[in-house]
Each structure stands twice: as C-alpha cells, then as structure tokens.
C-alpha cells in the first residue's frame, strides 16, 4: 500500500491544450494585408522614376491595417498569456501533490518502510514539474515583453530614427540608433561588461528568434532582450555601455499600466510583424 507513484505527470495532455490555444491565437493574429496589396498594385502602375505617392485613401487604408495588426497581436498575446495562466495553475497543482508525496516518503524511509529509491522517484517527480513551472513562467515572461514591445512600437513610429542619436518617447521608452554594425554574436562583449560589472551574467530573456516570437508573428532574428528595467542602477549601467559603443537599442519601462510591466532592454534592430508568404 505504500508503493504507489506520484500522479504528477499530466503535463503532456495540459501543453496540448495549450498548443490548440497557440492556433487559434495564429489564427486571429494573422495581420491584415489586403490595404498593402492596393497599395503595391498602384505603385507598380507608374512607369516614371519619382518615387511612387501614395492618396490619402491609401494612407488612410494603410494606417488602419497597421492599427488592426497591433490589436489582433495584442489580442493574441493576451489569449496566449490566458492559457498559461490556466496551464500555470493547474502545474502549481501537481507540483503540492508531488511535494506532499515526497514529504510522506521522507517520513516512511526514516521508519524503514520503504526504500530510499522511492523517494528518489518522488523527488524526481517534483523536480519534473517545477521545471515546467519554470518553463511556463519565461513563457509569461517572454508574452510581457512582447507587448511591452508593440506599446513601444508605436510610439517609436511617432518620430524618426534616421539620424544617429538617443530620443524619447513619452516617457515609456528610449531608444538610440548606434553606428556600429550589430550581428546576433556581438552579446558576447555586451555580456562581458556586465559580468565585469556586477559579477553575474547578463539576464538575456530572448535570444534572436524564439517559439512565443514564431507563435505570435514578431521578427526577433537579430535582437536580443535582457530583463533589466531600464531606471535600474544595472539598465542603466548597460544603456550608458551601449551608447558608449554605439550599439542600438530600445529601452522599455513598461507595457501596460496596472499590469505586468515587461519592461526590459532590447538590444539590436526593432522587432517588426513577419509578413504573410
């Protein structure tokens, strides 16, 4: 009677629903294309070298299927960050159970009930589950800052990025455009600074491209975030570094108020929707 396993591992069926959530927040966060599709088939008619113009209407069309891809994109950030809010609370489950049993083991091995590669399964069990704890909350973490990212895109597209500089936005984002010519590799140097700094590795959230970036549409190909906020002595510590080299930046204070913050450091160019093939 005392040798029954933890029932613990119903992970598999809970990422499953899940993974059904994800299509359906691909599905809804598919960006609306057909006002660029016009637009491309009436600059394609000019037969001069002047750069094409576009109408009012047009702009119009285009600035609207620009504020519906945002929405839908927050919309499906927000539906996503609902099912694991859901997958979160039902491993928070799972791992009191296995903790329970692993107590109860602990108890009868010191009787001499049972032997000790029971409780060696039991712990085993709790380390499994407390490890998709952690994975579901860099996924929290991962949905946070993207829509910190999407709030800050559009006050970044309120201004203008073509000379080399720090400006403002608002308050809720800074953002430089450095000289130097970033690839994905460069971290390393940036990484360098701040364990020489602080004695501890950067705090890289997202690494280029990640599942959540595929899942929701956004190009992180060539970017980096590191969850520092940017009024922190270490963001700002890493602001003045970057600035220094001349490497562009975004730094995010928030994404939406009375929510999660999402605020961090992004690193590289901005992420942008990854068009329809």
């Given at each position: 009677m005392?040798?029954?396993?933890?029932?613990?591992?119903?992970?598999?069926?809970r990422r499953g629903v899940a993974l059904l959530a994800v299509t359906f927040i691909l599905i809804i966060a598919a960006p609306h294309?057909?006002?660029?599709?016009?637009a491309g088939r009436k600059s394609k008619t000019r037969t001069t070298k002047a750069t094409p113009q576009v109408s009012n209407e047009d702009a119009k069309k285009l600035a609207e299927a620009a504020s519906q891809s945002r929405a839908?994109?927050?919309?499906?950030?927000?539906?996503?960050?609902?099912?694991?809010?859901?997958?979160?609370?039902?491993?928070?489950?799972?791992?009191?159970?296995?903790a329970e049993i692993v107590e109860k083991r602990k108890d009868l091995l010191a009787k001499g009930v049972i032997a000790k590669?029971?409780?060696e399964d039991?712990?085993?069990?709790?380390?499994?589950?407390?490890?998709?704890?952690?994975?579901?909350?860099?996924?929290f973490a991962e949905v946070d800052q993207m829509v910190a990212e999407v709030n800050a895109a559009e006050e970044l597209a309120k201004t203008s990025a073509d000379n080399y500089g720090l400006y403002r936005s608002a308050g809720l984002v800074v953002r430089y455009v450095g000289a130097s010519r970033w690839v994905l590799s460069d971290i390393s140097k940036v990484d360098a600074f701040f364990r020489l700094k602080f004695a501890k590795p950067l705090p890289l959230s997202a690494v280029g491209q990640t599942a959540t970036h595929n899942q929701l549409g956004f190009d992180h190909r060539e970017a980096v975030d590191v969850a520092v906020h940017p009024d922190s002595a270490e963001g700002q510590a890493l602001i003045g570094y970057l600035a220094s080299q001349g490497i562009s930046f975004i730094a995010i204070r928030g994404a939406i108020p009375g929510s999660a913050t999402g605020a961090h450091i992004h690193?590289?160019?901005?992420?942008?929707?990854?068009?329809?093939?």
């Open positions: 005392f040798h029954q396993k933890p029932k613990v591992d119903n992970g598999s069926s294309a057909p006002a660029q599709k016009a839908n994109l927050l919309s499906a950030s927000n539906a996503y960050r609902a099912s694991l809010e859901k997958l979160l609370e039902l491993e928070r489950q799972d791992e009191s159970r296995a590669r029971e409780l039991g712990e085993r069990a709790l380390a499994e589950v407390q490890g998709k704890i952690a994975e579901t909350m860099r996924q690193i590289g160019p901005p992420s942008k929707r990854i068009s329809p093939h």
